[in-house]
């Protein structure tokens, strides 16, 4: 059963960061790339960053390139999302997600992240 659990959101001001966790069950977390998307309303899911199993191969949208960082911790079983030098624009519901062996997407329920002074 699986399970992706989204965590960290909040009001922040612009310039600020915040530290997004995804805490993973019910699979080989170690064997899956893990993926940020975030989604506004009226608008489409879109890709954030990826980052590949063993914690390597990360991959990021230009619009967050150079002030987002994604990571993993293989013994937690869980996927991160440190966001500096945020913007208004970055304000969206951030969902966690995998494709797994069937190329399903599962995803979390998502973690409102909302910035404004």
């Known amino acids: 059963q699986v399970q992706l659990v989204e965590s960290g959101g909040g009001l922040v001001q612009p310039g600020g960061s915040l530290r997004l966790s995804c805490a993973a069950s019910g699979f080989i977390f170690s064997s899956y790339d893990m993926r940020w998307y975030r989604q506004v309303p009226g608008k489409e899911r879109e890709f954030v960053a990826s980052?590949?199993?063993?914690?390597?191969?990360?991959g990021y949208a230009d619009s967050v390139k150079g002030r987002f960082i994604i990571s993993r911790d293989n013994v937690k079983n869980t996927v991160y999302l440190q966001m500096n030098s945020l913007k208004p624009e970055d304000t969206a519901v951030y969902y966690c997600n995998f494709n797994d062996l069937e190329s399903r997407y599962w995803w979390g329920q998502g973690t409102q992240v909302t910035v404004s002074s």
């Open positions: 980052i590949g199993g063993a914690g390597g191969s990360t």
